[in-house]
């Protein structure tokens, strides 16, 4: 059973950076598929990035200003957002363990969850 807790959200201002982290505990990161996912208040949780081995992938939405990362030794994922938008203001999700449904961006595709961490941009 997997147990995701993450953290390093915060306030910040238009274009400046945050780092988020995700603490990974009953399941591996090196094998296993992680990825971030964010909520905004009426808004569907879409996906934002994920990794698996040497692959990853992006929302169109945040390419070239986020990057997803792991220490496989700490267990750990990371997700560094730089040039911060409105729009990016919601709650950001830890996810990981591939389900096998779905395209990797989406909900489906993930099996355990972190209670997440919120992220607002202000400009």
């Known amino acids: 059973q997997g147990q995701l807790a993450e953290s390093g959200g915060g306030s910040v201002q238009v274009g400046e950076s945050l780092r988020l982290s995700c603490v990974v505990s009953?399941?591996?990161?090196?094998?296993?598929?992680v990825g971030w996912f964010r909520q905004a208040p009426g808004n569907e949780r879409e996906g934002v990035a994920t990794?698996?081995?040497?692959?990853?992938v992006y929302a169109d939405s945040v390419k070239g200003r986020f990057t997803i990362s792991k220490d496989d030794e700490k267990n750990e994922v990371y997700l560094q957002m730089t040039m911060l938008k409105p729009e990016d203001t919601a709650m950001y999700y830890c996810?990981?363990?591939?389900?096998?449904?779905?395209?990797?961006?989406?909900?489906?595709?993930?099996?355990?969850w972190g209670q997440g961490t919120q992220v607002t941009v202000s400009s």
């Open positions: 996810a990981a363990g591939s389900t096998g449904v779905g395209p990797v961006l989406a909900r489906s595709r993930y099996r355990y």
């Open positions: 009953g399941i591996t990161v090196d094998y296993n598929r």
């Open positions: 990794t698996l081995l040497d692959e990853t």
